[in-house]
């Protein structure tokens, strides 16, 4: 199993001093030398204030961070998590999907799905109505244009004629696709078009409601939805085993100064390894910069390097 790191700033209180450049630096070089796979960003560019003084999550640009951290390590994967479909033109974002995978020398990760504030969708212009159409144009857009293929297509936002995406990507045939997969109709993408399947932890009523996703409360929960994403794959007639499956919030809040201990998450490790799980994605402590890079080596002594 490999494991990902999001940002601290993803944490609701977050301190400025954590998105400093000296901090992040820090932060991604302590990451990738203590083991972590992967580094996430998340995307909401324009949450609403409400949203945000009830406890939304902390957000930066998720091109913009990605492609800093990347100039500062070498081995870990850049996962945008995950950007919305609809916030961005389809040509735009693939071609800032391909400059960040040359960028980066081919180490990005795409994470996708449809967005859920719906405020955000309106200020930047978007329909919410439309998110999983806005979906699907992006993911076949994608699949012809990443091939090197010039795109016609008009929709009733844009009008595209001979449109070539620049500079191709240096991963082929693209960047892997991980797709969020709560519901059953992300699960069908990540089937036709993913090379994951992205699954987040909704301990809640209330969390799953507020992100407009099906309820997954714990490994119980995990389990049959995993089951779920295999026999659709092979009602598919896709093989299982070529979808990677990601897991983000297994341990909701790392923080080092709680009282989690080592042993307790190395069990849930393997209880995890066991439903099938490849990939988790965790959220870390950004109240306090130390404490946030204290987490990262405390888990990487006691998961990471065991």
């Not at 929709?155 to 082929?172: E, V």
């Not at 996703?213 to 295999?230: E, M, V």
Request: glycine share 8%.
């Amino acid at each position: 199993m490999k494991h990902g790191i999001q940002h601290a700033i993803g944490d609701t209180r977050w301190t400025p001093d954590i998105f400093l450049p000296e901090s992040i630096t820090t932060f991604c070089q302590t990451a990738e030398r203590v083991g972590f796979d992967l580094l996430a960003f998340t995307d909401h560019p324009a949450p609403s204030g409400r949203w945000v003084d009830q406890g939304g999550e902390g957000t930066a640009d998720p091109f913009t961070s990605l492609a800093y951290c990347a100039a500062f390590t070498t081995r870990m994967r850049l996962l945008t998590f995950v950007l919305a479909a609809s916030y961005r033109n389809p040509f735009l974002a693939a071609h800032q999907v391909a400059t960040l995978d040359r960028l980066s020398g081919g180490r990005l990760t795409v994470g996708l799905g449809t967005g859920y504030l719906f405020g955000e969708f309106k200020a930047l212009g978007a329909d919410p109505a439309m998110r999983r159409r806005d979906l699907d144009v992006l993911l076949e857009l994608w699949r012809e244009g990443f091939n090197g293929a010039d795109i016609e297509l008009t929709t009733d936002t844009f009008r595209a004629r001979d449109a070539r995406i620049l500079p191709p990507p240096l991963q082929t045939p693209h960047p892997p696709i991980w797709i969020h997969a709560n519901s059953p109709f992300g699960r069908s993408r990540a089937i036709s078009h993913g090379d994951g399947a992205l699954f987040m932890f909704t301990p809640t009523d209330e969390m799953a409601a507020s992100t407009r996703t099906k309820p997954l409360k714990d490994f119980a929960d995990l389990g049959h939805a995993i089951q779920s994403l295999r026999d659709d794959a092979e009602r598919a007639k896709r093989d299982p085993a070529s979808l990677e499956v990601i897991v983000a919030g297994p341990w909701g809040m790392l923080d080092c100064r709680s009282d989690v201990r080592g042993e307790t998450l190395r069990e849930q490790e393997a209880a995890l390894a066991e439903l099938g799980v490849s990939w988790t994605v965790s959220l870390v402590c950004g109240d306090d910069v130390q404490a946030s890079l204290d987490t990262l080596e405390f888990f990487g002594a006691e998961v990471l390097g065991r």
